[in-house]
């Protein structure tokens, strides 16, 4: 006699992992436009923010600085990092951002921002905990707070404000259970280079509300204005603040996930805070030792003027960006707000009514052959449906290319959608 199997109970994901996924970055284009790219397809990728996808190479030092510690790197390091690296960040936030109290025992090293990010965070919230995040902003960080049971508050930074947060609003947002404010400086998605005086702001809710600052720095090193970039934590001394950064985008290496915070924070603040992060940190025996010894390398002078020559004229970050603004500018159905820093625009689109840049960011890449990411993943303001975040990454004349295919898009939904010419049927450019 034949038994019957019957299925068991099906597992169930945790309901805070979709409430997570909603705020993601990649998935279905993403992975459509790998497909089409295997299948054959030449698809340009305005997408994904990664500088040695396009072939920007990294600094040489660092490169031989790695080959030359390969065999080192075989076994476990510290839970924190290894002593040297963190030496060495410590080194870099005291003589060159202005911060000379950090030591290597503020500094805690780790696989990328998003492993260091995710638990700074789950050391800190308690379910239904509020963190003020800006709208639009980088998704990972509404992710990993619904990740951890928190509650997602977003703060208005609008284009009409040069994509600057509005202070006022920002502070009757905070509330009894707000316990983080996250800074991004300068922004992804919008390349806003946001100013002392907008940052002192920030810093005053902070210090009125008793939030802990999270400073996303990982692109103070792309900046294409003359101001030095300014670390929220130098305005900050009375409070506790964990600035992150990392070899992602300065060094061109996102592949070694080599990232870090540091915590800045007077004698005895959040000690017990920090001695959670530790305990968290401990759990996953260390970071990635290989991405550690490419550390100090890149913060070695050398290393940082390679860097800076990217975005000064003639500058390969430089060339792409003024490719892009350049072309943005030609199509009368897009307007950009000036990128003063990151490799990304973020242009509005003039689109037909009742279309969003989800359904035109599909098409873009079906028809197109062209990916970008639809600015509704960037924040919660309805008026991101109308926003491409675009990386600014790509050769001159891949960029370039691929904005006139945003714009011959364009025109051809407006003719679809009216049924006369482009040119009479679409309104003017203001």
């Keep these: 006699m034949t038994s019957v199997v019957r299925p068991g109970r099906d597992a169930r994901p945790a309901r805070r992992v979709a409430a997570a996924g909603r705020h993601g970055l990649r998935g279905t284009l ?6 089409l790219s295997v299948d054959g397809r030449p698809i340009i990728d305005l997408g994904l923010g990664d500088p040695a996808a396009h072939g920007i190479p990294a600094p040489p030092s660092v490169l031989t600085a790695l080959h030359e510690r390969i065999d080192d790197a075989r076994g476990y390091s510290d839970a924190a990092g290894h002593l040297t690296a963190r030496t060495a960040v410590a080194e870099h936030f005291r003589t060159r951002l202005a911060l000379p109290r950090i030591t290597p025992s503020d500094v805690r090293l780790g696989n990328g921002v998003s492993e260091l990010a995710l638990l700074t965070l789950q050391a800190l919230l308690d379910p239904g905990d509020e963190v003020l995040v800006p709208d639009p902003g980088y998704p990972m960080w509404a992710a990993y707070t619904s990740l951890c049971a928190g509650s997602v508050v977003p703060y208005p930074c609008p284009e009409a404000n040069g994509w600057r947060p509005d202070l006022d609003s920002l502070s009757r947002l905070a509330g009894p259970r707000t316990r983080a404010l996250v800074v991004i400086n300068p922004v992804n998605p919008t390349g806003a280079v946001w100013p002392p005086e907008t940052l002192d702001g920030l810093v005053a809710v902070a210090r009125r509300h008793g939030l802990v600052l999270f400073s996303d720095e990982i692109y103070d090193g792309i900046r294409f204005v003359p101001d030095p970039h300014v670390p929220l934590a130098a305005l900050a001394p009375d409070l506790l603040c964990l600035t992150f950064g990392g070899l992602s985008k300065l060094s061109r290496l996102p592949g070694l996930r080599a990232g870090w915070v540091v915590a800045s924070h007077p004698p005895g603040v959040g000690r017990a805070y920090l001695a959670a992060v ?10 990635n030792s290989v991405g550690q010894y490419a550390i100090p390398a890149a913060l070695s002078a050398p290393a940082l003027r390679d860097a800076a020559a990217l975005t000064e004229p003639g500058g390969a970050l430089h060339q792409s960006r003024s490719a892009a603004h350049t072309a943005i500018d030609r199509q009368p159905g897009l307007r950009c707000a000036p990128q003063d820093g990151t490799f990304y625009a973020f242009p509005r689109l003039d689109l037909p009514p009742g279309t969003t840049t989800n359904e035109f960011a599909r098409r873009l890449l079906r028809e197109k052959s062209v990916l970008a990411m639809p600015g509704q993943q960037f924040g919660s303001h309805s008026d991101l449906s109308t926003y491409l975040r675009l990386t600014t990454l790509a050769p001159p004349t891949q960029t370039t290319s691929a904005i006139e295919r945003i714009g011959d898009l364009l025109a051809e939904l407006w003719t679809d959608h009216t049924g006369r010419s482009e040119a ?4 003017k450019r203001s």
Excluded at 424 to 427: D, G, L, M, S
């Design 30 to 35: 993403t992975d459509e436009a790998r497909e």
């Design 278 to 287: 530790a305990s968290l940190a401990a759990l996953r025996l260390g970071p």
């Design 424 to 427: 009479t049927a679409r309104p």
